[in-house]
């Protein structure tokens, strides 16, 4: 495959990409505690090609030996925008919102497995667990944690109020909130997401928590619309390249046969 084909199919590939992402934030615009995330490109570089054996072509490179640029470009990340969403106020006991930093700790339990999720989804409901006692569970069935990873759990005729802090009153138990050395790592599943790399820690500060209230997604959009227009014109264009080649490729190789 010579370079301008190359240099086209990866770029179809790229915008596809960005298309697919830019699809799964309007998707997601009504998400409760959705953040969106923006496909950023790199340029791609070809490792390990010969140098020229002809040191006069060498002259006047800029790239590192081994290393010549370019074949087009890729998706180098699909980075995790961390802004705000805007408070939806529903008066619902166990909804809340994060403003701040931190993440909810849900566990969520399939068969014998059993494993640590994290959102910023706020919406929960009471599940009943025997003798008149009740734990918070999001829209999946996960089971809304407190500081020590225990479920959040409450009576029957218990008034539910939580503090500020996400201490809930006349217990000792306070809603578990925890941050990440990365986030970027955080990969989403249907409303919470996984972390697949970096530390969880336990934190008190840096947010607050508002009963009744819900923090909606943080998708714009007007500005998705945008980059969607913006990505289209880009895939239409690698598109006619790689169309144009693949015709000066099938001039090229009738000249040959002729």
């Known amino acids: 495959m010579n370079t301008s084909l190359l240099i086209a199919s990866s770029g179809v590939r790229a915008y596809q990409g960005k298309l697919d992402t830019i699809a799964n934030n309007i ?76 993440y909810f700790q849900v566990r969520r339990t399939t068969g014998t497995i059993t494993e640590i999720l994290y959102t910023r989804g706020g919406a929960f409901l009471q599940t009943p667990v025997g003798d008149g006692r009740f734990q918070l569970v999001n829209a999946q069935g996960d089971v809304l944690l407190d500081q020590n990873g225990n479920p959040i759990e409450m009576s029957k005729d218990q008034e539910f109020v939580v503090a500020s802090d996400g201490t809930i009153a006349g217990t000792n138990q306070r809603i578990g909130m925890v941050d990440f050395s990365n986030p970027q790592l955080l990969k989403g599943d249907g409303g919470v997401y996984r972390l697949t790399g970096g530390d969880v820690n336990l934190i008190t500060t840096d947010y607050q928590i508002r009963q009744g209230f819900l923090e909606a997604s943080n998708v714009d959009l007007n500005q998705e619309m945008t980059e969607m227009i913006k990505a289209q014109r880009g895939y239409q264009a690698n598109a006619r390249a790689l169309s144009y080649a693949d015709q000066m490729m099938g001039v090229a190789n009738g000249i040959m046969r002729s």
Do not use: C, H, W, Y
């Open 27 to 102: 998707s997601n615009v009504e998400t409760t505690g959705f953040k969106r995330r923006a496909a950023v490109f790199s340029e791609n570089l070809t490792v390990s090609i010969q140098n020229q054996t002809d040191q006069q072509k060498e002259v006047g490179r800029l790239t590192p030996a081994g290393i010549r640029t370019t074949f087009g470009s890729r998706i180098a990340a699909t980075a995790l925008d961390l802004t705000q969403g805007v408070p939806k106020q529903t008066e619902q006991p166990f909804d809340f919102m994060v403003e701040g930093n931190g």
